[in-house]
């Protein structure tokens, strides 16, 4: 699986944009980018993920550089309860061993009032 | 819908002795998971069944651990004898599919199991 690149930490203004980096440089042509979170000591939630194009929901935005090697995830309003941390995954398309999460350390958003 | 239940919530067993875990998935996905945090460290991935079959296995830490899936709809996880590394968060998740295109798993609350 495609390893990803996390910073270990950062912070938020409550109802300001959080933007959350994520570098995958050695992503496949068909892996997705898949994000997800952890509140507290909750199990993980599914946010966004995508293949190439920009992509949004309700929760979030994500945004593919066009070489795919890199990606943001943004919460356009971030409030307190946003607090969590954010996992950028990489996952594979095929395989005899695809559907798995690989979780790396992840991003500890703090969302200050 | 009811999502993803894990069963117990908290568990505290003495080194040596047996405990096993449930998960009940959500209604009608096939694919079920199962991953494990143990303290300090990242969230790891155990096994996956298909319906009651294991897909890959892969993350099973040693022969302590087994996992059924009988019928194809709640599993199992079974630790025997239990370790004091054996402590941990174990997380259940499912999924409709398993294509990357569309492999949002939904997880359960998770198992806190303390082995002393």
């Known amino acids: 699986d495609a390893k990803t690149t996390q910073p270990p930490s950062m912070d938020c203004a409550e109802g300001r944009a959080a933007n959350l980096p994520c570098n995958h440089s050695t992503i496949s042509g068909n892996e997705y980018v898949y994000w997800y979170r952890q509140i507290h000591s909750q199990g993980p939630q599914y946010i966004i993920h995508g293949l190439k194009n920009n992509e949004t929901n309700e929760m979030a935005s994500l945004i593919i550089t066009e070489d795919r090697k890199s990606s943001t995830l943004i919460l356009p309003h971030a409030t307190l309860r946003d607090t969590a941390v954010y996992y950028c995954i990489v996952t594979r398309a095929g395989g005899t061993s695809y559907g798995k999460l690989t979780f790396g350390q992840g991003t500890i958003l703090t969302v200050h009032p | 819908e009811a999502g993803v239940t894990q069963f117990p919530s908290h568990s505290v067993i003495e080194k040596g002795q047996t405990v096993t875990l449930r998960c009940d998935p959500i209604?009608?996905?096939?694919?079920l998971y199962w991953y494990r945090r143990v303290m300090g460290k990242e969230i790891k991935f155990l096994l996956h069944?298909?319906?009651?079959?294991?897909?890959?296995e892969s993350g099973m830490p040693n022969n302590r651990f087994l996992a059924e899936r009988t019928g194809g709809t709640y599993s199992t996880l079974k630790v025997q004898p239990a370790e004091l590394e054996d402590s941990g968060v174990y997380f259940c998740?499912?999924?409709?599919?398993?294509?990357?295109?569309?492999?949002?798993?939904?997880f359960g609350p998770g198992t806190r199991l303390t082995v002393l």
């Open positions: 069944f298909v319906k009651e079959s294991k897909q890959d």
């Open positions: 998740a499912s999924s409709q599919t398993r294509a990357a295109s569309d492999n949002e798993q939904f």
């Open positions: 209604s009608g996905h096939d694919n």
